[in-house]
């Protein structure tokens, strides 16, 4: 069955190398009991480890049922250790968080096989236990325990069992039991490897085997009656060619549900710790979420207010755009008229609506009430072209205008100052002293930055020239252009126009400016999106480090459930079982702490809505990036410790203290 030759292998402890086995050779027919003894230190142990592959040769050759596995990679031996062998330790290494059933079905999980659970029983059942099957293994006596291990090394109906000193850690009573169940094994035709240390229980075996030094010192067959059928051994050789030709990484769907399974079950083990590091990824989705929800409030805050401004609008006003709080020299500014607002609308169709405009402060009386606020003198299409015509009341009047009439339209603010929010329309207030009547109020627009576009008062700019504000010109000229994309020809029309009726020489070039409306709106929605991604990447460093913390949980994690891996390794589970178990874990932890995160991130919009009086909106595509962003995160920072832990040597976890 089992066929050495010259075997060898040596481990390094720094620069000091010790020699553990020396060019062994060795048969084991199928059906032998076979002892392997020696004292510490002669090499038993590893030999057991190589003839489970656990380990592997530094020279020589292996092969088990005539196929040379000594070259195999570390998932084909995997996928050999889970169908060919049973292992029986002498710690009896049960994962001490589930119950004896759930340890018993750990190799049929690795395998990817069906009603686990009947199949687990039924092994459970032969070692006469069934009646313990829901205990942890801290509630099993030490020969309870082994008699699990042994249900779980024969639940895959193994070729061979090997057991590593399996009655080294029981009583009398406890040792006979599990020594009559390894002959038991063996009269049916089990093939038993056993390291021991104790002349007695070598005397159980058919063979044994004494080494010392690295080497065979004896070998002495008790007897030669084995049950071998060589049916069985054919079979068993199609059976192991079939296995390595259908070696694969991919996770089979009872895998993975038991991967998910045991994740969770080794997460609330853990319970604060776990949350600890749940809070990480919970307020940075929940900061991340919250600032972009500050970031679209604050855009879409941005878009109403500038739909006040109107479309396609031109702004055009005497003086240099470029001087900014200092007096202007004489001449240096264009004085505009009535008559230019005439000679632009005339450029149409280029030019859609145009409208002249003056501006100064002033105070508005009512009644016992009074309030200091702009007076705006606008044109008869300022309201289309400003959106301002109001929907509380009515819009001025062509013949307003060529008489000069007193009448007003008065902002949401001014209301609220001198009305107490009555209804203003067809009241008389004081204007500069001057009596108006109220027609009409502005739609809301709200405030920008530190201007409130609702503290105004509109009356006709014929009036406010001539009866308020003693102007004899405009302050500015809206124009409307037809379509977006005659902007630059507008201006550059407009540009000469005012150049040519003004007589303005090139040295006066900076007389006036033309100011493109969209171009504010631009840099407006510019600077708002960069505070947006500037919010957002200050949160999103917040959920960095709770994927820091996350690996660092589960680099702990790896450290303390070394030896569980070790086992897992032992019992079939490849590299690929070992780290989608871990990733599930890191993944399991931010997607919950992603999903409590969105929770705290929408209350936070909300409450910075409702209580600080922000715009805010929180979006579909905050939630979805989000999200991604926080499993991103737990596959990531997930993605080393896996690696880390299933790169372990089976043989130095088991070993791990």
Known sequence: MIELKNISKTYFNGKVSVEALKDISLNIKTGEFVAIMGPSGSGKSTLLHLLGFLDRPDKGTYKILDNEISKLSDDELAILRNNLCGFVFQQFHLLRRVDALENIELPLIYAGKKQIKDKALKKLEAVGLASRQKHNPNELSGGEQQRVAIARALVNEPLIIFADEPT???????????????????????????????????????????????????????????????????????????????????????????????????????KVRSFLSVLGILFGVGAVIAML?????????????????????????????????????????????????????????????????????????????????RIEGVGYDYGQMRASIPEVGRWFEKSEYAKRDKVTIIGFTVVEKLFNNKNPIGQTIKINRINFRVIGVIPEKGARGFHDQDDVVCIPVTTAMHRVLGKDYLDAIYVEVSEAKYTEEAKEDISVLIKNRHKLYSQNDDSFHIRDMSEIQDMLSATTQTMSMLLGSIAAISLLVGGIGIMNIMLVSVTERTREIGLRKAIGARSVDIMTQFLIEAVVMTVSGGLMGIILGTGMAFALSIFAGWSTKVSLFSVILATTFSIAVGVGFGLWPARKAARLNPIEALRYE
């Open 168 to 270: 080294g850690n029981l009583d009398t009573k406890s040792e006979e039991e599990i020594i009559k169940i390894l002959k038991e094994l063996n009269d049916q035709g089990k093939t038993i490897i056993m390291v021991t240390h104790e002349n007695e229980i070598a005397q159980h075996a058919k063979r044994i085997i004494r080494m010392r030094d690295g080497e065979i010192e004896s070998d002495e067959t008790k007897n030669n009656n084995l049950k071998q059928q060589k049916d069985n051994i054919k079979n068993a050789s199609i059976s192991i060619n079939r296995l390595l030709s259908s070696s694969h990484s991919v996770i089979a769907k009872v895998e993975f549900i038991e991967h998910v399974k045991q994740s969770f079950r080794a997460i609330f083990a853990n």
């Open 293 to 373: 929800a500050l970031g679209q409030g604050a855009q879409e805050s941005l878009e109403a207010n500038m739909k006040s401004l109107g479309s396609n609008l031109l702004y055009i006003r005497g003086g240099s755009a470029k001087i900014r709080g200092a007096a202007q020299g004489t001449g240096s500014v264009t004085r505009f008229t009535m008559s230019d607002v005439e000679a632009i609308r005339k450029l149409s169709p280029i030019v859609n609506k145009t409208c002249g405009y003056v501006s100064g402060g002033g105070q508005v009386v009512y009644g016992n009430e009074n309030w200091g606020t």
